[in-house]
């Protein structure tokens, strides 16, 4: 298995990756494997504070959906 909270040398990870490009299935897919929403990159920022720096709202809405949901699920979210 992959580490869904792996990092690039800007501390981005697959996560911050999915929210920057909109990639709405990623990043439910990341959420409901266990990626952090609160990873912190260089930049500080967390994932979705990506998606408001680039005024993403659909991913903001996806985000916590796919929160809420892997919670149903016993998802443990940080």
Not at 9 to 16: A, C, G, V
Not at 27 to 32: D, E, Y
Not at 50 to 62: L, R, S
Request: hydrophobic share 45%; with cysteine; charged share 15%.
């Amino acid at each position: 298995m992959q580490n869904v909270n792996a990092t690039n040398m800007e501390k981005n990870t697959p996560l911050h990756w999915a929210c920057l490009n909109g990639r709405i299935e990623v990043i439910r897919a990341l959420i409901s494997a266990g990626a952090s929403v609160s990873a912190l990159n260089s930049h500080e920022k967390t994932p979705m504070d990506e998606a408001v720096t680039t005024g993403k709202m659909h991913v903001i809405d996806a985000i916590g959906a796919a929160v809420a949901q892997a919670e149903l699920n016993g998802v443990t979210v940080s």
